[in-house]
């Protein structure tokens, strides 16, 4: 631990002090009474890891964070086998059932969102709801279902997979980005008519920082910014819709670091630096 201390005074020019408390709660009302300008949390040895999370509590954006990784955040895109099928209009009805289940879960989750995030950040929901709405996707997967015979789950992954291709090889980077808001909606189509639940990223009750190959609208919106300390991914950019909702939550956020998958392990100590783009 004192190896990792002296490694993040150097970088920031900063003697660090150790404050001996039980808990974050314990350890901030401690700097803020005392006006640390950087404080730690206590080392948790029952749980044998070392928990380092640096913070100046006086500036809401939080710039410089060290936390463990204890759970990295796997890419979750469903891998839907290729299968055919007999009942055609009993799959397309069964698809316009599970659209319309997925239209109204949006809807919550924009009016959830609009309590919490504002209007702005909740209209991101509202552009997922033209998406699930959108006729040409619908046609799209349901002309796949006659003519080719694809169940519904997989008609729906050829068709977002060939929606996001096309916004990806966009020149605009702002149009290039609208690929992973093709990716949010889709998965949930996806999960709903495969019946399977998605993994529910507010489970996450200590404080870690997320790595990830990329990170939905809906997965950024759902996390608790408590204990996520900072997000990074190998996707995405500044003007993702994830990176949005997470400055809006306080979450610093680095996007687009293509190789962070291969170079990070989970316990790892980082330092996110949401201001400069720098780990």
């Known amino acids: 631990v004192s190896e990792y201390i002296q490694a993040i005074e150097k970088m920031i020019d900063t003697k660090i002090k150790l404050i001996p408390t039980d808990n974050w709660t314990q350890t ?7 006006r640390c300008d950087i404080v730690s949390s206590a080392i948790n040895t029952e749980k044998r890891r070392a928990y380092l ?57 924009y009016k959830d969102k609009l309590e919490t995030l504002g209007e702005e950040e909740a209209q991101i929901f509202k552009a997922h ?27 729906t992954t050829v ?55 990329d990170l939905t609208p809906s997965d950024t919106a759902q996390l608790n910014e408590k204990v996520i300390n900072g997000i990074i991914t190998a996707e995405g950019g500044s003007t993702s819709h994830s990176a949005i909702i997470a400055r809006t ?13 291969s170079i990070v392990k989970p316990g790892d100590y980082l330092i996110v630096d949401g201001s400069t783009g720098e780990v």
């Not at 291709?165 to 990716?183: C, G, H, I, P, W």
């Not at 949930?188 to 404080?207: N, P, W």
């Open 249 to 261: 939550m306080g979450i610093p956020a680095i996007m687009g670091l293509e190789n962070i998958i």
């Open 53 to 109: 999370t640096f913070t100046n509590p006086f500036i809401n954006s939080s710039l410089a964070i060290v936390s463990t990784i204890d759970k990295p955040f796997i890419d979750n895109i469903m891998q839907v086998k290729k299968e055919k099928i007999e009942g055609i209009e009993d799959a397309i009805s069964y698809l316009e059932k599970c659209i319309d289940y997925v239209s109204k879960d949006i809807e919550s989750l």
């Open 159 to 213: 068709a977002i997979d060939e929606f996001i291709t096309m916004f990806k090889k966009m020149e605009n980077e702002y149009f290039r980005e609208r690929a992973l808001d093709m990716k949010d909606v889709g998965k949930r189509l996806v999960r709903k008519l495969l019946g399977v639940a998605s993994y529910d990223l507010r489970s996450i009750d200590e404080e870690t920082i997320i790595v990830a190959k």
């Open 129 to 155: 709801e033209m998406i699930i709405k959108d006729p040409e996707l619908f046609d799209k997967i349901v002309d796949m279902i006659k003519n080719k015979r694809y169940s519904p789950a997989y008609a």
């Open 28 to 34: 901030l009302q401690y700097a803020k009474k005392r």
